[in-house]
């Protein structure tokens, strides 16, 4: 048992504190002396720094490792002076305080504060120093000093930190509620210990319901994700013109600690803080009061009567895109904006309502009552007719003689959002409205950090307002009709008379819950308005006045904001209507996910779904909706398809919030909460930072951007290469974080291909990047990334698994369980061909490959589990990968599958978007989000990198195309190809003879088009033009097809025309799936020409049968081996194929297509 | 009569008319009518149940479903899954056969595993179910087949019974009438039992009770999760009993199972062994004859060109529907009537004729000549000897409306649905009865409803439902009661009756009679003209009967444009300028030329609602109308249009529910209120008229 606290006690000024270096100045001795304690101090009246006075309960001689680390910490510092002192010293000359700044007493034993601390001229020394304008600094046990020195009342006690690494690292630190100058450059909150060791450590402060009496919180206990609020450890008192700080524990320079630098910044910032508290950031206090409802006082902001315009009727339009349920279903949907996001399912009402940081309202409910029946039909328990919308939602409730319409829009850029109510009736009707609120903070602040809210009506708007105590996060809601009913108040629910009379169930739950009451006439119109935000009342007031004046706007705003995606975004149309249907809603799902925070900033969050589903981050009240708010890998992997589509301005937005939060050791945050708190677990995070970073330079060409992040970028390449611990090149998750793998079996490498497939993407970005600033390093990120690849294909290529192992232990061995993970480096191109071959085989197998995606395991490993959310389950990402894997090693048959697997989801569960995890053995959702960012993404990514194999470098006016397109689509449109400021179009189509792409551009430079279409075997090109004259090319003839290249300068329109002859290729197989079914289905694991013969391998469930079909262009078949011709249509041949038992669980045949 | 001829010899000479119902593949997707009833010589009023067939609700079982009465599903269950939701099947339901009481789909709940399902309507109180479940697959398989049977009723199942002697169920279930059928003592049974025999042996057979929010009295059995997974969905309204059946089979490759579910509906005081012994008949029945019969029957439907799958769903299903509203002769009925719909049942929709509803006769005459012109005879056979035609015609139904010392009786079609019904069926001695007839009810017609003798009429008695234009109508709402105004409406229609009687004495030879009703035709037609058409605003508007004026209350106040207003062009009245004056309001899509028909209300007025009865909606055989008067004057581009749109709407809601409605909106795919109405029918006559070639 260790009983000991980290303790430091020190007082200090430095002087800038932004420059202070990492390490304890070179040269300057650490020595221990006693001050002199009488008489002039010339030294103090000669330095212009602070003066600390460095309290210990032992001499230096006696004093452990902790006090003296602390003490030689604070005595290095520059411009300042620190000079050690024992209590009994201080007891004898209480008055020498006087010459000191700050006073800084560190107590590390649990033992009592020595008596001459507590002498009575001690204490009225140092009561009279504070009330002077003295800063004191408890720190660990010290704390107990405030209790002796009449600040406070209540005791604060001991307690000890269990301080284990359970797979998820050792961090111990405080956090702010928001934030507070101690944790400036921190993002409110450090861990300032991060122990090498597991260790119990001793804290002092005030737990459970305890309280300090006098002081004021300023940071709770905050280890791995978890705010312990209930922990109050570091506390500030203000007597007279003096400031206290004190500091529970955890400040401990003497063991080695991976997070020292954390550590030095905070204490610097107390040392700040209590020297010049006046400037920089405000400071927030935790507050314990107890959370109620009450009712607002008298808005200060003037009451103007405003005449309310009726709603009317929104006329919709023509959607080509709107996907309809008859019946509706319980599936999720979601309205979002960048600041509002709305959820719900199908049926009725709302589920929650979100402005970023806080939950604005939930449990919306409708109730309808018609003039000829007494019922009041709640809308929830009926099933309507249901549409999404790019921009909208839709219910159409029908009644006997009554027809609902409601429409739920938000703004796409503002705080404001509507529901809409079209009623068409025989008679008219009554709505009643009812929710409920508690602005409940996003996780991982508590339930009971909301504080206080107060609720009222105002007349002048027809509308609830619902503040909280700050008067900062404020909720809007009302109506453009005059409310016959308006009641809101500390309820748990109403009831209604059979006057249709409501009244309010109390209740002590935190919450407050509003009624409203409408008259309908029979063909009539009503919006239900809402603004939200954390912006202050007028603000969101204004944002309120604003919409309920025109609420049509937020229709029309939304309306146009998807009709702008649609149109400047690079879109493809191809013969197939499912993949252009598919490929538009993803990239309108995708755009949802940016999210901007005031205050906090603006990138993409990873996903939706309301805090009943998932984990509820262990809090009474969840405050996680979903995975809504900002992460590092989900944001980078979703930024790479943002760029390909063209969207450049979001991901410098997104590079801008990584780099505005990078940690001081240049780690990029794995998720930062909208409410502000962030975490650093993620080691992937950092190397995919410097990916889109490259890219971002790279496909924008914004070299001024690049110039200001470089610092950032640099910095985070430094932090890479400083965590490869024992040299061998590879970057490791020990002490740094999890890498794709967050838990369960597979977790624990030290080092994984994933991760150093994405180092060596990062250090080839680097390269490109450093090469552009001029930076040496160049050449060794370029050489490093060379050697690493050469490791992957060594090291980690596995023989006897014909696959790469997994990842690297500690001690040199490898884990060699196969994994979908190859596909990451693999996509980067990063593997030998002949091995990328026969991982690619695998991975396109039914072991890996469902009907919907890919696995993470084969579903013949001992970890399978189909739920296993790293272990088993299917998640589009990983089948992204995988197919971007495909397109990378001319798989493309396979390639487009996976795409397809991926794109299809839209249609079966959340409409119009992609789930987050899918279930390994059944067709069914596995995770907690319907609608996931990087699911979307990773429609958009496989289809632009991989079906028309995009790539940019805008700088060296590059532009690469190598379309390898199923070879039944006869024609493609691709607009909207953006390279840096410039865009290009490309139109293809096919006659029997010719291949004809235009190119559409308005490039005046000296652009080059590397363009190298992938054509089915035995094509043969007979000739080239381009713009009917003769331009070189090259042919690479493979049994798998026939590749072209050459390079063009685009010059406005530029026709570029083949003459061929011949081909053929079996079309892709495309599953449809159906929820609720199995994963096994026809695979296509190779397929080639090798003279006369196309032999397609394929494989399938033993015993079962399939049918593939294929394409061919001017060859005539003259038998098939293995495989029964059903039917010839044009120049489609569809074959069927029977499996034979042969007591394996798959069966593998190869159909051979004899020509004549 | 070139147009008829050439109708008839297209008839005659294109083989298997009719077939197209029995060759169907249509799923969900497709504008297919489903639901189905006792043909009309299995009829009976008193006790009658329709089904529908439920397949595009993906939560819910592939059932056949009633409004008020019991429901059929199948599960099966193959190795630990079972499966009966719409969105569990491998494939989803294909209808092969479709007729008004009949119906044939298969489906695969399993990849090989097919069911094929006939079910039939065989009398207004049974029904059977053949199901034939085959394995196509390689190997061997077990299944469990579960057919379950539900009815809301919680009271039914305490009184579930065995019967050992005839190896099946019953249990009591009741029929609530509405208060329309209490208020005019319409005599459906209530008090019912029903019968399930079945001749495949359950192994096990559960039946459950729920109550909304709480189940009651579960029994126990050997199959709890199927009853969790089938039954806990159901309870979707209020209260449900339910039974299954159990019974696991062993099927080879290629080979197949069949049985058959009898359902049979019977009075409360019927005894059970009565009751099964007139079931167990059932279980002979051959389906294919059932097939062969309607397919005779709809042998009649003239084969025309039609553009697309979608308007040959349309068309045929239009016959089903009106067949099926067919009933044989019954009570006050010496002959088949119809009523407007018999499931669902409603009792304003099950309580007999009305001439409005008589117009779908115009379509079904081509499909039963006979059985239309009986439907006609059904009016004359209980008009009163002062000519006084019922309001509303049943069974066991004469519905007077006395209201200001007048009977109030129908809106004046009587007789141009009679000389409609003569051109299709050429049955003079139909023509000699209607035109007896025909003529004594213009005459008390004109007796009784021109107050001010002045030659034009007004609506009387219970005005408002004799118009037709029952509820919230603009004018009457706004303006005043119907018994105040000459309308373009009834006097149209008195023009349109004074030519067909004209129409048929010329066709008897009675060329005088025939003269003398062009000529009360042509006075009538030239008085519209003369005071109902308002030049300002070119349109035929309610005139004031006091001073043949525009204003009422206050000026102008009766210058409503209301779809009456096009009623001249179908009864020929308008000059050519009139006509090309309406013309432009028909054609501004502000008022009338809305996306899916000319709404009965312009939709400029504040008044406008385009599912408010009167107020907006498409009402599809106000459409038709209109269109012949389109096509009359030369419009046809116009009536085609019309035609296009309405239709569309049709189709649309056809493809989603699988029903026809009462109206529809005019301007989205919305549509109310009441379900499978008989005048939807007309529709058919609509896409003969467009594409009949003639």
Known sequence: ?1156 | MRKVLMLLLLTAFLPGSGQYLSNLQATRNDALFTTYAAPIARSSYKLDQGYSLQFNDPESGVELISSDGPNFGLALRLGNETRFRLKELFKEPVITTSYSDILKYFYYPFENIKVEVCFDVYSSGSAFMDITVSNNGKFENQITLIPYHFYPSPDSLVSLEHSNLFDGYFYPLAKKPDSWMKEHQIPIKTSLKAYLLSDLPFDSVVATGFRKGAKTRMTTGPIDDIRRSLLIKQISSAETVAMFGMRTIRLEPGESARFRIVLGLEDASVRKQDAFRKLKPLFDVEPGKIISEDEKIYSKIPLIRLPGRDDEMLYWSCFSLMRQCMMQAEGKCADNYYVFSREPKWGWGYGGQVFHESLSMLAYVYMDPVSAMNSQRVFIGRQQPDGYINYRTGPYLDETIPYANQLTTSAPWFNYINLEVYKISKDTKFLKEAYISGKKFYLYYVKNRDSNRNGLCEWGAEGELESVRDARVAVWDQVGRPMNFEGPDVNSMLVMEARSLSEMARILRLDADSKQWEDLAKQRSALIEQTMWDTVTGFYYNIYKLNQGFNFHKANDLKIKEIIGFLPLWAGVSSSGHAEKLLQSLRDPLEFNRPYGIPTLTAKSDYYNPIGYWNGPVWVQWEYLLCRGLRDYGYKRDASEITRRVLNNMIWHLKQDHVFWEFFSPDEHQAGWNKTYIWAGIAARMLIDEYLVK
């Not at chain 1, 309920?548 to 400047?568: M, T, V, Y």
């Not at chain 1, 070879?967 to 493609?972: I, M, R, T, Y």
Request: charged residues 20%; glycine residues 10%; hydrophobic residues 35%.
């Open chain 1, 1 to 1156: 048992m260790i009983n000991r606290i980290s303790i430091c006690f020190f007082i200090f000024i430095i002087f800038p504190f932004s420059t202070v270096p990492a390490q304890a100045i070179k040269g300057k001795s650490i020595q221990n002396h006693s001050i002199k304690l009488s008489g002039k101090d010339k030294k103090g009246d000669q330095n212009s720094g602070p003066r600390i006075a460095f309290l210990s309960d032992v001499p230096y001689g006696s004093a452990d490792t902790v006090i003296r680390s602390c003490y030689s910490f604070l005595k290095n510092q520059p411009k300042s002076e620190c000079d050690f002192i024992t209590a009994i010293e201080l007891a004898k000359h209480p008055s020498a305080v006087k010459k000191y700044t700050i006073l800084f007493y560190l107590k590390n034993e649990r033992n009592p504060i020595p008596s001459g601390l507590k002498d009575e001229k001690t204490l009225e020394a140092v009561n009279e120093y504070l009330i002077n304008g003295g800063k004191l600094l408890l720190s660990g046990f010290a704390m107990h000093y405030l209790v002796d020195l009449g600040l406070e009342t209540v005791e604060a006690s001991d307690s000890m930190k269990p301080c284990n690494d359970d797979g998820v690292g050792r961090k111990l630190g405080f956090h702010a509620l928001t934030d507070h100058p101690v944790f400036r450059g921190m993002n409110g909150g450090a861990y300032i210990l991060r122990p090498l060791k597991d260790q119990d450590v001793g804290v002092c402060g005030y737990f459970g319901d305890k309280l300090p009496a006098r002081g004021k919180v300023i940071g709770v206990d905050w280890d791995y994700i978890f705010l312990r609020e209930e922990s109050k450890l570091l506390i500030e008192y203000d007597p007279g013109k003096g400031k206290v700080l004190a500091i529970g524990g955890y400040m401990d320079f003497s063991q080695p600690n991976l997070n020292r630098l954390h550590l030095e910044k905070f204490t610097l910032n107390c040392l700040r803080y209590l020297t010049d508290s006046s400037k920089g950031i405000a400071g927030h206090y935790w507050d314990y009061s107890p959370n109620t409802v009450t009712a607002c006082a008298e808005d200060s902001i003037p009451a103007v009567k405003k005449l309310l315009k009726p709603g009317f009727y929104w006329q919709e339009p023509e959607d080509q895109l709107a996907m309809e349920r008859r019946l509706s279903s319980n599936e999720f949907w979601d309205v979002a904006g960048e600041r509002l996001l709305t959820m719900g399912t199908e049926n009725g009402g709302i589920e929650e309502v979100w402005s970023h940081p806080f939950m604005a309202f939930r449990d919306y409910e409708v109730g309808i009552k018609f003039d000829y029946r007494d019922t009041i039909y709640w809308l929830n328990d009926q099933r309507p007719e249901v549409t999404a919308h790019p921009a909208y939602f839709c219910r159409q409730y029908k009644f006997p003689r009554a027809f609902l319409k409601e429409i739920i829009v938000n703004d796409p850029v503002e705080p404001a959002g509507a529901l809409h109510y079209e009623y068409k009736g025989v008679y008219g009707a009554e709505l009643f409205i009812r929710f409920t609120s508690n602005f409940r903070w996003m996780w991982p602040y508590s339930e009971k950090v909301t504080g206080s809210i107060c609720c009222t009506w105002l007349d002048d708007l027809q509308a609830f307002r619902i503040s909280d105590k700050s008067g900062m996060l404020n909720l809007f809601f009302g109506s453009n009709k005059p409310a016959i009913q308006k009641i809101i108040g500390q309820f748990s629910g109403f009831t209604i008379d059979k006057n249709y009379k409501a009244s309010g169930f109390s209740t002590t739950r935190f919450q407050a819950a509003g009624f409203l009451h409408y008259r309908l006439e029979m063909n009539d119109e009503l919006d239900v308005i809402y603004a939200s935000g954390n912006e202050g009342g007028r603000s969101v007031r204004e944002y309120y006045e604003k919409y309920s004046a025109a609420p049509d706007k937020l229709f029309q705003n939304a309306i146009e904001h998807s009709g702008e995606l649609l149109k400047n975004r690079l879109m493809i149309t191809s013969p197939d209507a499912n993949f252009n249907r598919g490929y538009r809603w993803a990239v309108v799902s995708a755009d949802k996910f940016f999210v901007n925070t005031p205050g906090i900033g603006k990138s993409l969050v990873a996903g939706y779904a309301s805090t009943k589903h998932g984990w509820d981050g262990a809090q009474k009240v969840s405050g996680r909706p979903g995975y809504a708010w900002y992460f590092g890998r989900d944001g980078q992997w979703s930024g790479f398809a943002l760029l390909g589509e063209g969207d450049y301005e979001k991901v410098r937005s997104e590079l801008e919030f990584y780099q505005k939060y990078q940690d001081l050791n240049g780690k990029i945050l794995h998720e930062a909460s909208t409410s502000g708190v962030v975490h650093y677990d993620a080691s992937d995070a950092t190397p995919l930072y410097i990916i889109l970073a490259g890219r971002y330079f790279r496909y924008s060409n914004d070299t001024a951007f690049l110039r200001l992040s470089w610092p950032c970028i640099h910095k985070a390449i430094d932090f890479c290469f400083s965590t490869d611990t024992d040299k061998d090149h590879l970057i490791e998750n020990t002490n740094v974080g999890h890498g794709w793998v967050e838990g369960g079996e597979l977790y624990g490498s030290h080092a994984t291909l994933y991760m150093t497939g994405c180092w060596i993407e990062a250090l080839k970005e680097a390269s490109n990047m450093a090469a552009f600033m001029k930076e040496q390093d160049k050449d060794k990120y370029r050489n490093e990334a060379g050697l690493i690849q050469r490791i992957i294909n060594t090291d980690f290529w596995n023989a006897n698994t014909s696959f790469y192992n997994y990842g690297k232990n500690i001690d040199g061995s490898f884990r060699s369980e196969p994994t979908v993970l190859p596909a990451v480096p693999l996509s980067f191109g990063l593997a030998d061909r002949e091995k990328a071959g026969l991982v690619l085989k695998q991975l396109g197998s039914n072991t890996f490959t469902t009907n919907w995606g890919v696995r993470i395991v084969s579903d013949n490993s001992r970890l399978f589990k189909p739920t296993g959310y790293h272990y088993g389950s299917v998640w589009p990402l990983f089948t992204g990968w995988t197919s971007m894997a495909e397109y990378k090693y001319g798989n493309s048959l396979q390639g487009f599958s996976h795409l397809m697997n991926n794109l299809n989801v839209y249609k079966t569960w959340a409409m119009g978007n992609v789930q987050e995890v899918l279930n390994g053995a059944v067709y069914q959702p596995s995770g907690v989000c319907a609608h996931q960012c990087w699911s979307e993404t990773m429609v958009i990514q496989p289809a632009l990198e991989g079906l028309l194999g995009l790539n940019v470098d805008a700088g060296k006016r590059q532009l690469k195309l190598a379309p390898a397109l199923p070879a039944d689509w006869d024609s493609l449109e691709v607009k909207n190809i953006r390279m840096g400021n410039k865009t290009i179009s490309l139109q293809f189509k096919r006659s029997v003879t010719t291949l004809s792409y235009m190119f559409n551009s308005k490039f005046n430079d000296s652009t080059v088009i590397e363009f190298s279409p992938m054509l089915p075997a035995g094509t043969r090109i007979l000739s080239c033009k381009l713009n009917q004259n003769d331009v070189p090319f090259t042919e690479e003839i493979t049994p798998a097809g026939t590749g072209i290249k050459l390079e063009l300068k685009p010059a406005g329109k530029d026709l570029l025309e083949f003459e061929f002859r011949d081909g053929i290729s079996v079309l892709p197989v495309v599953e449809d799936p159906k929820a609720g079914y199995p994963s096994e289905g026809l695979r296509i694991l190779d397929a080639g020409l090798r003279g006369r013969v196309y032999s397609v391998l394929t494989e399938n469930k033993a015993g079962g049968s399939g049918e593939i079909r294929v394409w061919l262009n001017g060859l005539n078949i003259d038998h098939v081996e293995n495989g029964t011709i059903l039917s010839i249509g044009g120049n489609i041949c569809t074959l069927q194929i029977m499996y034979p038992d042969l007591g394996k669980k798959y069966t593998e045949v190869a159909v051979n297509i004899c020509l004549k």
